[in-house]
């Protein structure tokens, strides 16, 4: 205990200097989506090669197609585990500008309330500081015992943020060299500011767009009205269908590989205090619209959902038109949970739409994204060990919670590399990332570090 306490108090005593090293990162403009900063993204994996090489590491950017990747890894005791922890440098654009009220890429330290000081800019939460606590920890490590206490490797991407069109071919092309024991993700976040949390599950995503053909070109309404095929009551009909009564998706065998949630879980997840009310307040709702009988947790984190994200069709401009449009589509996106399968859910979906498509007309289909659901075992040792180590630092006991979104890189680890992720974040629910006047908590970054301290040990126990 007396080392892991002297490491604790390097990671005080570093911190005014932790801030600086971030705030340069930040000062780094990394937009992976705009091209006109493709070299400010290689000057930022630049820069972590760096900091990692002086800290130990061995350390290099490596090219691929798109935005480079940066690779370390750093020796540990014999018998340790090996993990490896990834974080992304790469940043949202800041549009629109005018609604910042500092410089996105001039960080500042500020205080919003008495006692609660923030550090400003684009990336300070998403995700620079986050990969910083962990950066972080292992200097206060390293500052104090000249070792760390596992082998670590690092992978920082630099196209998070727009697609990480390069991540998959990358991990293919490098699996040996990358694949651990346990992989580390900071992208996450608290349950509250004094609550520590660890993900264990992220849902995963089937994107289609659907688009219902039926005359050859659009029709006079009162000519044709009441005898010709409307596409958009075709659509509409189609996806009103999806959901019975009580809020289930109706496409066959859709539930199939979806597992109840443990009764014990389901209680922790209650004593949470998220309701209907205080959930959907914020946007002026307050009646929830899924499956009946399911808490709004459950419903986010443990159940499956079929939404329409967009529908277009006939006449929407200024005034009115009476036409009957020829055709009219629909994105539509599955959230995914336990071991449904993205590939039968797109099959069914498809089957389920075709059966519902009149004879003298058609259907097209376009395919997006697909992703698989990830689930960490509740009964992991690696997850208990997290689980006391951030109780220990936070004084409060870590909340086991799910992730309505995805993250796919933590699918492809799992997949590709035969790891599990342990998901560890420390940004608010305040933080604005993707939005302009994006901050960071200091005490998020001061205690994030000292969590990866403890993490790090526990593991290593």
Known sequence: MAELNAVLSKADANLENSLDRLCALVRIKSISTDPAYAQNCREAAQWLVGTLNELGFTASVRDTPGHPMVVAHHDGPKDAPHVLFYGHYDVQPVDPLDLWTTDPF??????????????????????????????????????????LPCRVSILFEGEEESGSTSLKPFLEANAEELKADLAMVCDTGMWDAETPAISVSLRGLTGEEITVKAASRDLHSGHYGGVAANPIHILTKILGDMHDENGRVTIANFY?????????????????????????????????????GRSVLEQ??????????????????????????????????????????????????????????????????TKHG????????????????????????????????????????????????????????????????????????????????????????????
């Open 106 to 147: 001039e960080p500042e330290i500020r205080e919003l309330s008495p006692g609660r000081k923030v550090i400003t800019g684009r990336g300070t939460s998403d995700d620079k500081g986050q990969l910083m606590t962990f950066v972080e920890a292992c200097r206060a490590y390293k500052d104090t015992h000249g070792a």
């Open 256 to 292: 199939d590989g979806v597992a109840e949630t443990p009764d014990d879980i389901k209680t922790m997840w209650d004593s949470l205090g998220r309701t209907a009310e205080n959930f959907l307040g914020d946007i002026e709702l307050s009646i929830p619209s899924g499956e009946k």
């Open 300 to 365: 986010t984190w443990a159940r499956p959902t079929a939404e329409v994200n967009g529908i277009q069709g006939g006449y929407t401009g200024e005034g009115f038109k009476t036409v009957i449009a020829a055709q009219a589509s629909a994105k539509v996106s599955f959230r995914l949970v336990g071991d449904q399968d993205p590939h039968a859910i797109r099959a069914n979906f498809r089957d389920f739409v075709k059966q519902r498509i009149p004879a003298d007309c058609s259907v097209e289909f």
């Open 370 to 461: 697909t992703s698989g659901a990830i689930h960490l075992s509740y009964d992991s040792p690696d997850l208990a060990k997290a689980q006391a180590a951030l109780h220990e630092e936070w004084g409060k006991p870590t909340a086991i919670i799910g992730m309505g979104g995805s993250i796919p890189i933590v699918g492809d680890f799992q997949s590709m590399l035969g790891m599990e992720s342990l998901l560890v974040g420390f940004a608010l629910e305040d933080d604005c990332i993707h939005s302009p006047n994006e901050k960071y908590d200091v005490r998020s970054f001061h205690k994030g570090v000292r969590s990866w301290v403890r993490i790090l040990d526990a593991l290593a126990r």
